[in-house]
């Protein structure tokens, strides 16, 4: 089947702009992860949802940041009033279960520039 | 909290023989990732190390030394193809994190 998809591709921003990127996991993948990316660095974890539930959100940056899963599969990433440290690539991963050597299989990322 | 370092850059022959080591310190383990990331491409899945060891899996090898918080990822037999960013990555205690090295940027010449 299709992999994990996301959307939109890029998107740009004027500083102080609110902004909604969507994952849409592999079908039935019970984990959902959210990544931060920078140029040149490696993936920065955000946060974590087991079916609907966000287990995990210590890796958001501040509280202009929220993330939901309400049905347990496709998931939004809010930004609100965007400054320009947020700019990045976002990153969102699935697993088909919540076992800790699940691979995770990333989507294609959202790159997000704020001017 | 997490410490995973590894080389920015690496520069190796088509052909030849590559290891990029990645060390961590972690205050909790439960194994460690390398994933493969092509310029502008989501990372994809190589391997996965939780016991001490060697992992084969055709061109590719890891290994994993829990007691000294080392690993290494091995290509073989290198493409041009293999031109990307490799990330070593460490599986947190709690089992909801991954927390990625910053990659070592690998490119082969003809």
């Known amino acids: 089947g299709a992999g994990v998809s996301q959307s939109p591709r890029y998107k740009v921003a004027k500083r102080g702009q609110d902004v909604a990127l969507r994952c849409d996991p592999i079908?039935?993948?019970?984990?959902l992860f959210w990544y931060q990316q920078a140029l040149g660095q490696g993936p920065e974890f955000l946060t974590y949802f087991q079916n609907e539930a966000q287990l995990d959100k210590s890796g958001l940056p501040s509280d202009r940041f929220f993330a939901e899963r309400p049905e347990g599969s496709v998931s939004t990433l809010k930004i609100q009033r965007t400054q320009q440290e947020d700019s990045a690539v976002y990153l969102c991963a699935s697993s088909e279960t919540s076992g800790v050597q699940d691979t995770q299989y990333f989507g294609p990322g959202t790159r997000l520039t704020v001017l | 909290g997490q410490n995973i370092d590894q080389p920015t850059e690496m520069t190796a022959t088509e052909g030849a023989i590559v290891q990029i080591n990645c060390t961590y310190q972690?205050?909790?383990?439960?194994?460690l990732f390398w994933y493969q990331q092509h310029a502008g491409e989501a990372p994809t899945f190589l391997s996965y190390?939780?016991?001490?060891g060697l992992e084969e899996k055709g061109r590719f090898s890891s290994f994993l030394s829990r007691s000294k918080g080392y690993s290494y990822l091995l290509l073989k037999e290198l493409q041009m193809k293999d031109s990307a960013s490799y990330l070593c990555a460490v599986m947190h205690s709690s089992a909801s994190k991954i927390i990625f090295g910053s990659g070592t940027r690998l490119s082969i010449r003809p």
């Open positions: 079908s039935g993948h019970v984990s």
């Open positions: 190390n939780v016991l001490d």
């Open positions: 972690t205050s909790g383990f439960n194994g």
